[in-house]
């Protein structure tokens, strides 16, 4: 199932973002999700995910306590809020289901996902 990432833009260093994930039928709702991201010239890497009820989330060590992930089951969506960008963070932002919210299920789904969505840009200027 491609789930659609969107919510991206052009933002100042210092400022916020909120992307949203979303997906036609049930999957997203009843799925563990995960936030990657791709910058140019680089492998696409783990993020954030979150477990199915919410109750479990991971982050990577450069976005942890800048970053947020929620999720809302009733609007079958899942949101990473983005706080104190930098240009570091700039890349193409992908959102998929991953196995669980962890960091094997992260490494995994980077593995094996051969499908991963057109993505939304997050560009952080100086």
């Known amino acids: 199932v491609q789930l659609q990432a969107s919510g991206g833009g052009l933002v100042q260093a210092g400022g916020s973002l909120r992307l949203s994930c979303t997906a036609s039928?049930?999957?997203?709702?009843?799925?563990?999700i995960g936030w990657f991201r791709q910058a140019p010239g680089a492998e696409r890497e783990a993020v954030s995910c979150?477990?199915?009820?919410?109750?479990?989330?991971y982050y990577s060590d450069s976005v942890k306590g800048r970053f947020t992930i929620s999720r809302d089951n009733g609007m079958n969506t899942v949101y990473l809020q983005m706080n104190s960008l930098t240009p570091e963070d700039t890349a193409v932002y992908y959102c998929?289901?991953?196995?669980?919210?962890?960091?094997?299920?992260?490494?995994?789904?980077?593995?094996?996902?051969?499908?991963w969505g057109q993505g939304t840009q997050v560009t952080v200027s100086s």
């Open positions: 998929s289901v991953v196995l669980a919210a962890t960091t094997y299920a992260m490494d995994r789904a980077l593995r094996e996902n051969d499908s």
């Open positions: 979150i477990s199915q009820s919410g109750g479990s989330t």
């Open positions: 039928g049930d999957t997203l709702r009843y799925s563990a």
